[in-house]
C-alpha cells in the first residue's frame, strides 16, 4: 500500500487558499496547512487583520479535520520585501511587493519550511496558475541545485518546469510568481489552475466553508493591505516637498509632498485644479512632478524599456533569444492589462531592452515586465529606464529618463 503523499498547503484565511487545501484532501494527500504571519501591525481601525485571518485558516484546517500551523516570517518580510519597497519609492521607482513577497517569503521562507521541519512532498498554493507537472510527476521530483554564474550551462538543469497561465484568465497570477525559483515551481502544486473563480466559491459553498466565502478580495500591498497610501508610506519616508510642472508649458501648478508619492500614469491631485492632470515624468534633481493635462496625453506613451537581469523561469535564456540575440514575445508591467507584443534584445550582462510594437500608457521604472509566449510566462525583469515619450522627442526635449543608448529599431 502506497503511503500517502504529504502536501502543505499555504492558507491565507481566504476562500482560494480554502478551497485549494480541500481539493487536495480529496485527492488522497496528507494534508496540513500553514498560515504565514509576515506583517506586524493594526490596521486603521486598530484591528489586527493578520489575527483575523489566521482564526479563519485554523477554521478552515478544523472544517478540513487537517493538522495546523502557524509561522511568523514578520523579520524576513521586512528585511527582504518591505525595506526594497521602501528604498525603491525612495528612488523614485514603483515596486511590486507582491512579486517580491512571492519570490522570498512564499516560495523561499514557507517552501523550505514545508520541505525541511515538516518533511513535505510537495507544497501547494491557492495561486490561478498551472505548471508543466502532473501532480504524480511533481512528486517525482529531486532538489536541484541551481548552478551559479550568469547563464546557467543549458544541459545541467534537465526538463526544467514551465509556469502556464491558468484556465480562468481574469484571475491568472502568474505575473506575480514571475520570480519564483526553478527549485520550488518542481515542487509545487497549483489545485485552482484549472478552474474559474466563480466555481471555486461554489464549491466553497458546498463544503462549509462560508466564513472565507463572505469575505472581501485581499486587495492593497501584500500582507499589509488597503491603506491610505499617502499617510502610510510618510510614516516611513521623510516629506520632500516640491512641485506639480506642467509638461506643456512648464508653468508650476501646485505642490506636492514628495515625488517619490507619485507613479507615472497616475492622476495627481493638485490642489485648486478642476480638471485632471497626469504624471508623466518626475525629476529626480529638482523634487519636480511633471503631469499633463490628459489621460491620453502622448507623453504617457513610451515603447522602449530597459530591465535589470531577467529572471528566466525555465530556460535561461529561452534558445530563440540567445541564438538570435532578439525575440518576439508579449508583455504586461500590471496584472490582467492586456498582453503587448514585443521584441526582446538580450544585452551580455543578462539584462535585456524590450521594444513594445505599440506604445503603451504608463510605464514606470520599478515595475516588472513579465514576458509570455502563448501560455507559458517565460520571466521577468525590474523595469530600470524608459525611453523617450514620442511627446519629448517631439519637443527636442531630453530628460533623465530619457535613454541615449538602445537598441536599433526599424524605422
Known amino acids: 500500500m502506497q503511503v ?8 491565507s484565511g481566504g476562500v482560494d487558499s480554502a478551497v485549494a487545501a480541500l481539493l487536495l484532501k480529496r485527492r488522497g494527500y496528507q494534508v496540513t496547512g500553514v498560515f504565514m504571519k509576515n506583517w506586524d501591525s493594526l490596521d486603521e481601525h486598530g484591528v489586527c487583520t493578520a489575527d483575523r485571518d489566521c482564526e479563519d485558516a485554523y477554521r478552515v484546517c478544523q472544517i478540513l479535520d487537517i493538522p495546523f500551523h502557524q509561522v511568523s ?10 525595506s526594497d519597497f521602501l528604498n525603491e519609492y525612495e528612488k523614485g521607482r514603483t515596486p511590486n511587493p507582491d512579486i517580491m513577497c512571492n519570490k522570498h517569503i512564499k516560495f523561499r521562507c514557507f517552501y523550505h519550511y514545508a520541505m525541511d521541519n515538516l518533511g513535505a512532498d510537495a507544497v501547494a498554493t491557492g495561486h490561478y496558475a498551472r505548471t508543466s507537472l502532473e501532480d504524480e510527476e511533481v512528486f517525482e521530483q529531486k532538489h536541484v541545485k541551481r548552478p ?3 547563464f546557467r550551462n543549458r544541459f545541467e538543469v534537465r526538463n526544467a ?27 509545487t502544486i497549483f489545485p485552482l489552475g484549472g478552474l474559474t473563480k466563480s466555481f471555486v466559491k461554489k464549491i466553497a459553498a458546498e463544503n462549509r466553508l462560508h466564513h472565507v466565502l463572505q469575505k472581501k478580495e485581499s486587495m492593497g500591498i501584500c500582507f499589509v493591505g488597503k491603506r ?47 480638471e485632471p492632470w497626469f504624471v508623466v515624468e518626475k525629476d529626480s534633481a529638482k523634487g519636480d512632478v511633471l503631469v499633463a493635462p490628459r489621460t491620453d496625453h502622448p507623453a504617457l506613451y513610451r515603447d522602449l524599456l530597459r530591465t535589470g ?11 530563440a533569444l540567445i541564438r538570435d540575440k532578439m525575440m518576439e514575445c508579449h508583455f504586461r508591467f500590471r496584472h490582467q ?12 550582462d543578462g539584462t535585456v531592452w524590450v521594444t513594445a510594437v505599440t506604445a503603451v500608457r504608463a510605464l514606470a521604472p520599478g515595475q516588472f515586465a513579465v514576458f509570455y509566449k502563448g501560455d507559458e510566462c517565460l520571466g521577468s525583469g525590474k523595469i530600470l529606464r524608459l525611453g523617450p515619450s514620442a511627446y519629448t522627442l517631439h519637443k527636442g526635449r531630453s530628460r533623465a529618463s530619457t535613454v541615449p543608448d538602445g537598441p536599433h529599431r526599424a524605422p
Open 228 to 274: 491610505n497610501f499617502e499617510h502610510f508610506i510618510l510614516q516611513y519616508l521623510q516629506p520632500r516637498p516640491g512641485k506639480f510642472v506642467s509638461v506643456e508649458d512648464n508653468k508650476v501648478l501646485g505642490t506636492h509632498k514628495g515625488w517619490f508619492l507619485y507613479t507615472l500614469g497616475q492622476r495627481a491631485k493638485i490642489s485648486g485644479m478642476r
Open 4 to 11: 500517502a503523499r504529504r502536501v502543505v498547503c499555504a492558507l
Open 73 to 82: 516570517y514578520v523579520k524576513e518580510y521586512w528585511n527582504e520585501v518591505f
Open 337 to 348: 492589462m492586456a498582453l503587448v507584443p514585443c521584441v526582446l534584445t538580450l544585452n551580455q
Open 309 to 319: 537581469r531577467v529572471h528566466w523561469i525555465a530556460e535561461e535564456p529561452p534558445a
Open 148 to 150: 551559479q554564474g550568469l
Open 161 to 187: 518546469v514551465k509556469l502556464l497561465q491558468a484556465a480562468d484568465s481574469f484571475k491568472d497570477q502568474t505575473f506575480f510568481l514571475s520570480q519564483v525559483s526553478q527549485d520550488a515551481l518542481r515542487r
